[in-house]
């Protein structure tokens, strides 16, 4: 709807009738919010969360890569990877801090 709003086509958009050609304070200010919706949903939002998501896996490692834990969570468990583990078996926390840390 905000792109709408920006490009003003009279077929899809035409409770504004003179769009750019012709601009209201109306349509002036529905352009202007919708331009800020697409800059805050469109850019601002996913470098948010992107920053929210390195955060997390900063400390993700910070906890689980700790010295103190002399690395007992930095290695993969032989159990989790093990063929003749059935479904849902053989999988433990060192396992899975590694599987978050190696996609985050």
Do not use: K
Request: hydrophobic fraction near 50%; charged fraction near 5%; glycine fraction near 6%.
């Amino acid at each position: 709807t905000a792109l709408m709003v920006l490009s003003c086509h009279p077929t899809y958009q035409c409770i504004f009738e003179g769009c750019w050609t012709n601009p209201t304070a109306t349509y002036v200010a529905a352009a202007y919010l919708a331009a800020l919706i697409i800059a805050l949903y469109g850019v601002a939002f996913p470098l948010v969360v992107l920053a929210i998501l390195m955060r997390r896996g900063g400390a993700l490692q910070q906890v689980f890569l700790s010295p103190c834990y002399d690395g007992a969570f930095a290695a993969a468990d032989p159990a989790a990877s093990s063929p003749s583990a059935p479904d849902g078996e053989g999988t433990s926390v060192s396992s899975l801090a590694v599987w978050l840390i190696n996609t985050v």
